[in-house]
């Protein structure tokens, strides 16, 4: 972290995203800001709604280059829109960072059918849920974060969550709903009682899957005291042939 004159006193941390929580002044040197702008494999445009990972929906306000430290590079600005906060991404590290677009009406159809399809995948170790479910975290994906969702909230539903876990679940819960409401022009309440029913559902249809496997073993697999009155009878069956 180091602080530098351009920016007053704000604090400038050249990590893949610089996050200011004022509006900054722009420089001297500032370019007008183009239509569009070639991030890595995406083109963003001004009023763009994207996707930061962890931080969630932003709005593209403008695009310039900036001379930081000596170093002219081109930046995004995002506004993330629930708390207000600017972000500025390097142009060049947007998909190193994950930075996307929002997902579609189409998608969200994708979404909601991945929430409810009772596929639930959990890690008995706490240390290995946990890494694979932070590294879902980190890739943006909204598909990922279902996962996420899915299976910390069918976790807690038997055992208690850990501080850090419960926390994950409501950053995944919270990040949904607000892309989904954005996309659908729709209240976060509504979008987060439809996210509930599909969550139920993904339960119940687990929970059927579960029985029938249980059935199915039980069917398959004869039983023991069975299987030793055969073992004994057969010897018994022979002597008297003889």
């Known amino acids: 972290m180091a602080k530098t004159g351009l920016f007053g006193p704000f604090i400038v941390d050249f ?3 610089v996050v200011y929580t004022h509006e900054v002044v722009p420089s001297s040197n500032s ?6 702008c070639n991030g890595g494999n995406v083109n963003f445009q001004v009023g763009d709604k994207v996707i930061y990972p962890n931080h969630g929906l932003g709005i593209v306000e403008r695009v310039e280059e900036k ?13 993330i829109v629930s ?10 590290n947007v998909d190193g960072v994950g930075l996307r677009k929002a997902i579609t009406d189409e998608e969200v159809e994708r979404l ?6 009772g596929r639930i995948d959990n890690h008995q170790n706490w240390k290995g849920r946990f890494k694979d479910n ?31 876990e419960k926390r994950m ?34 339960f119940v249809v687990k929970a059927r899957t579960v029985a029938r496997a249980t059935v199915r073993t039980k069917v398959v697999k004869p039983p023991v005291k069975a299987v030793v009155i055969a073992a004994v009878a057969a010897p018994r069956r022979a002597a008297r042939a003889s």
């Open 15 to 17: 990590r893949p995203a």
């Open 31 to 36: 370019l007008l800001p183009p239509a569009t």
């Open 67 to 79: 001379t930081i430290l000596g170093t002219t590079c081109g930046f995004f600005h995002l506004r």
């Open 83 to 92: 708390n207000d906060t600017t972000v500025l991404v390097p142009v060049a």
């Open 112 to 117: 909601f059918a991945l929430l409810s399809d």
């Open 134 to 164: 932070s590294d879902k975290m980190r890739t943006g994906s909204i598909y990922d974060m279902a996962d996420v969702l899915k299976s910390l909230t069918f976790l807690s539903k038997s055992k208690s969550l850990s501080f850090r």
């Open 169 to 202: 679940l409501d950053r995944a819960k919270a990040l949904i709903i607000s892309e989904v409401s954005e996309v659908m022009r729709e209240k976060a309440l509504e979008i987060e009682q439809q996210v509930d029913l599909a969550l139920e559902k993904c």
